[in-house]
């Protein structure tokens, strides 16, 4: 369980050089960038490596809560790295082994990051257990804390009362304003998501539905 995990005090004390060694100057002893992507629940990581390529400048987090999934992805990306080693690729990509529930914040500064992954969460059906849902109001004000102005929620599930549930609470959250469909249209990371993990793969060979639902964060408020 979480107490067995090691968490740092605030986003300053992570050891960022560890998982992205290729952004890590020696001569200022500083990382050159920080992560602004996250993959929130990233099970097998088939997202974070898709969106690597495409967004060379960024770096790219993955969040996982079990162990053995995390070992997994990490062994993936050091495999990735290893092969395309002559142009650096897979560099901004990582893992993590953490619960995304509990600790955001002592991994991420206030308006940090710029994308943030809910791809085929967990449904936790009964109703008895939709607090343990991942898109909660209190959460969502988590999130909402970790993402800049103009950064983006996208949601992707093939459950259709979980797709409703995560629509509900962020359209209800004043900080959350849904995009058009015409938006998705446009995004690339819409379709990106739409294919790249292990759950939607799977999604598609049972040929089931996938619901998307893709958020932005709206300025705070300003009080008179
Ligand atoms: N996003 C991946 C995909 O689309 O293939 C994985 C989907 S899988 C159904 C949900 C994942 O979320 C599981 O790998 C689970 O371990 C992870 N997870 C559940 N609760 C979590 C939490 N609180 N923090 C981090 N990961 C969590």
Redo the contacts with the bound molecule.
């Keep these: 369980s979480d107490h067995q995990l090691e968490y740092p005090v605030s986003p300053e004390e992570m050891d960022w050089q560890k998982l992205y060694p290729h952004f890590f100057d020696e001569a200022t002893s500083k990382m050159t960038k920080e992560v602004t992507i996250a993959?929130?629940?990233?099970?097998?990581g088939?997202?974070l490596i898709d969106l690597s390529p495409e967004f060379p400048e960024n770096l790219i987090l993955g969040?996982?809560?079990?162990v053995q999934?995390t070992n997994y992805v990490e062994d993936r990306i050091i495999a990735l790295r290893s092969n395309n080693a002559a142009t650096n690729g897979y560099q901004n990509i990582s893992v993590l082994r953490?619960?995304?529930?509990?600790f955001l914040p002592n991994f991420f500064r206030k308006s940090q990051l710029e994308k943030m992954?809910?791809?085929?969460?967990?449904p936790h059906f009964k109703q008895r257990k939709h607090k343990a849902r991942?898109i909660t109001n209190t959460l969502l004000s988590e999130y909402a804390y970790a993402l800049k102005e103009g950064g983006i929620v996208y949601t992707?599930t093939d459950v259709l009362d979980l797709h409703q549930w995560m629509v509900k609470h962020l359209e209800e959250h004043p900080l959350f304003d849904r995009l058009s469909t015409e938006w998705e249209k446009n995004d690339k990371c819409v379709q990106i998501m739409r294919h790249a993990?292990?759950?939607?793969k799977?999604v598609e060979r049972k040929k089931g539905d996938k619901y998307v639902a893709c958020f932005v964060r709206l300025p705070n408020p300003t009080i008179m």
């Excluded at 969040?63 to 079990?66: G, L, W």
């Excluded at 992954?117 to 967990?122: K, S």
């Design positions: 993959d929130i629940g990233c099970g097998f088939g997202l969040m996982e809560i079990r999934v953490g619960n995304a529930m509990k992954f809910f791809c085929f969460p967990d991942i992707i993990t292990e759950e939607g799977k």
